[in-house]
């Protein structure tokens, strides 16, 4: 009797105008949002590739002709701009996506997007993401919001449940049925996208794309579970398919505009940090501190003779300026990543910014992707790091007394760039995606469980007549 049920809804919602009109809306926003994302992509691309070119030669040149400057400069890393970006930008244009670092440390990071325009970086891109949290979470609860509301004004509510069937094989019936209907959009439209990116040849279908892609759709799938068990939460709720309709759109409004942009209200109001300002200040009475009370000669520079007794106070100086900065900024990004992950935590009421975040773990972007090449970075620094005291050790012309930020006490020898260490990012691998994932696949679940638990009281009590 279930599998009836479920072929009947279907059938209904498939000859229904809003499946009709929702389709085309579905398949359209999936072609042209992938070929806006792919020519965005391209852009990007080129940027990024011109700025990878430069870094690389810069550092080539500092190699080949003095390795102590390669360890001292500060340079910054341009994260790779991600192939899978037409399935979820992951707001990455609000994220930093620049480390600056040395040999000696990985400094802080920023956001650089080059933009021709910055105001553009305002707008969101219609991936797959924003089309099923924005038009087919809204579609989920168009074909929801009058399942038993609107069939008991017809009359047809009391005369399916006239048949041998269970209040409960109807609401789940009719809740399963939303879904597939859902899911069938959902793949034809991931279909169009995927064709539009076969042709254009910029991006390359591989086993790990797919299994993305097969993740995303894992996500999107609980998501409609959950937005079709609030559409029908509000459907059993009233006798009257307008006042549902009303409902839906208020959890509308509060899960896609209220809480999500509420986040930043709860971060200063709940989870506040002290301030970028705040911290440079006490950068600076660090090192007022320290060179009020450094020996006399400290500041003593002969940049011609790196055996000057005096580079080493220097050198020791500067060092402390560094681990005094490190002392104090290391504290605050720990905070500020507290901060952000809070937040994100009070965002969950909302089925919107869950599947958000599950998109994010599904793509291996975001918040994850950045989280993880900061971690990355700091191996790679000290692994740079080791490669340049070990050529220090071995150059009898070094006096060997470092200095984080000048070359005046180190080895100044040139080295082939063949043999120095390069980063190599690396994406989130299945386990860094499956961690970050499954505290909103959980709590995505148990909201899905509590809607329809509640949906199934409210309904086992409704007025039929």
Same mark, same amino acid.
């Given at each position: 009797?279930?599998?009836?049920?479920?072929?009947?809804?279907?059938?209904?919602?498939?000859?229904?105008?809003?499946?009709?009109?929702?389709?085309?809306?579905?398949?359209?926003?999936?072609?042209?949002?992938?070929?806006?994302?792919? =020519?965005? /992509?391209?852009?990007?691309?080129?940027?990024?590739?011109?700025?990878?070119?430069?870094?690389?030669?810069?550092?080539?040149? /500092?190699?080949?002709?003095?390795?102590?400057?390669?360890?001292?400069? =500060?340079?910054?890393?341009?994260?790779?701009?991600?192939?899978?970006?037409?399935?979820?930008?992951?707001?990455?244009?609000?994220?930093?996506?620049?480390?600056?670092?040395?040999?000696?440390?990985?400094?802080?990071?920023?956001?650089?997007?080059?933009?021709?325009?910055?105001?553009?970086?305002?707008? /969101?891109?219609?991936?797959?993401?924003?089309?099923?949290?924005?038009?087919?979470?809204?579609?989920?609860?168009?074909?929801?919001?009058?399942?038993?509301?609107?069939?008991?004004?017809?009359?047809?509510?009391?005369?399916?449940?006239?048949?041998?069937?269970?209040?409960?094989?109807?609401?789940?019936?009719?809740?399963?049925?939303?879904?597939?209907?859902?899911?069938?959009?959902?793949?034809?439209?991931?279909?169009?996208?995927?064709?539009?990116?076969?042709?254009?040849? /910029?991006?390359?279908?591989?086993?790990?794309?797919?299994?993305?892609?097969?993740?995303?759709?894992?996500?999107?799938?609980?998501?409609?579970?959950?937005?079709?068990?609030?559409?029908?939460? %509000?459907?059993?709720?009233?006798?009257?398919?307008?006042?549902?309709?009303?409902?839906?759109?208020?959890?509308?409004?509060?899960?896609?505009?209220?809480?999500?942009?509420?986040?930043?209200?709860?971060?200063?109001?709940?989870?506040?940090?002290?301030?970028?300002?705040?911290?440079?200040?006490?950068?600076?009475? %660090?090192?007022?501190?320290?060179?009020?009370?450094?020996?006399?000669?400290?500041?003593?520079?002969?940049?011609?003779?790196?055996?000057?007794?005096?580079?080493?106070?220097?050198?020791?100086?500067?060092?402390?300026?560094?681990?005094?900065?490190?002392?104090?900024?290391?504290?605050?990004?720990?905070?500020?990543?507290?901060?952000?992950?809070?937040?994100?935590?009070?965002?969950?009421?909302?089925?919107?910014?869950?599947?958000?975040?599950?998109?994010?773990? %599904?793509?291996?972007?975001?918040?994850?992707?950045?989280? =993880?090449?900061?971690?990355?970075?700091?191996?790679?620094?000290?692994?740079?790091?080791?490669?340049?005291?070990?050529?220090?050790? %071995?150059?009898?012309?070094?006096?060997?007394?470092?200095?984080?930020?000048?070359?005046?006490?180190?080895?100044?020898?040139?080295?082939?760039?063949?043999?120095?260490?390069?980063?190599?990012?690396?994406?989130?691998?299945?386990?860094?995606?499956?961690?970050?994932?499954?505290?909103?696949?959980?709590?995505?679940?148990?909201?899905?469980?509590?809607?329809?638990?509640?949906?199934?009281?409210?309904?086992?009590?409704?007025?039929?007549?």
């Amino acid at each position: 009797m279930l599998k009836a049920v479920i072929l009947r809804e279907i059938q209904n919602h498939l000859f229904n105008l809003r499946f009709q009109i929702g389709i085309l809306v579905v398949v359209s926003a999936f072609a042209i949002g992938t070929i806006s994302s792919l =020519k965005g /992509q391209e852009h990007r691309m080129l940027q990024y590739t011109d700025f990878e070119s430069q870094f690389r030669e810069n550092m080539r040149e /500092q190699a080949e002709s003095n390795v102590g400057r390669l360890a001292v400069d =500060k340079r910054i890393y341009l994260m790779k701009p991600r192939q899978n970006s037409f399935i979820a930008d992951c707001k990455e244009t609000y994220l930093p996506n620049v480390i600056e670092f040395s040999a000696w440390e990985v400094s802080t990071f920023m956001n650089k997007r080059g933009s021709a325009n910055p105001f553009l970086n305002k707008f /969101q891109e219609m991936n797959w993401t924003f089309i099923v949290t924005v038009i087919m979470g809204f579609l989920v609860l168009l074909f929801t919001f009058d399942s038993v509301s609107g069939e008991k004004e017809a009359g047809t509510l009391s005369l399916t449940l006239s048949n041998p069937l269970s209040r409960g094989t109807v609401l789940f019936g009719k809740w399963v049925a939303t879904v597939l209907t859902t899911m069938i959009m959902l793949v034809l439209g991931i279909l169009i996208s995927m064709l539009v990116v076969t042709i254009s040849g /910029q991006t390359v279908l591989t086993a790990g794309l797919i299994l993305e892609i097969v993740g995303f759709i894992l996500f999107a799938f609980i998501f409609f579970l959950n937005m079709a068990a609030i559409g029908l939460l %509000a459907s059993v709720m009233t006798r009257s398919a307008n006042v549902s309709l009303l409902i839906c759109l208020s959890a509308w409004l509060l899960f896609a505009v209220i809480i999500p942009n509420s986040a930043t209200f709860a971060a200063k109001r709940f989870f506040s940090i002290v301030s970028s300002q705040a911290v440079d200040e006490r950068v600076d009475q %660090a090192y007022d501190d320290l060179n009020n009370n450094a020996p006399e000669g400290s500041w003593s520079y002969r940049g011609s003779d790196p055996f000057y007794p005096r580079h080493e106070l220097r050198a020791d100086l500067m060092m402390k300026r560094m681990e005094a900065r490190q002392r104090i900024l290391k504290p605050h990004i720990q905070e500020m990543f507290r901060q952000f992950e809070r937040t994100r935590m009070a965002t969950v009421a909302s089925p919107i910014c869950l599947f958000e975040y599950l998109s994010e773990s %599904a793509v291996g972007g975001g918040y994850t992707r950045f989280r =993880k090449t900061w971690d990355d970075m700091h191996l790679y620094q000290a692994r740079l790091l080791q490669y340049f005291k070990d050529l220090d050790a %071995a150059d009898d012309d070094s006096p060997h007394w470092y200095n984080p930020v000048e070359d005046i006490s180190t080895t100044r020898k040139p080295v082939p760039f063949s043999s120095v260490p390069l980063f190599q990012e690396t994406a989130p691998d299945i386990s860094n995606r499956i961690d970050a994932a499954l505290i909103y696949v959980l709590v995505c679940v148990l909201y899905t469980v509590i809607l329809f638990a509640l949906s199934f009281v409210v309904f086992i009590r409704y007025d039929v007549r």
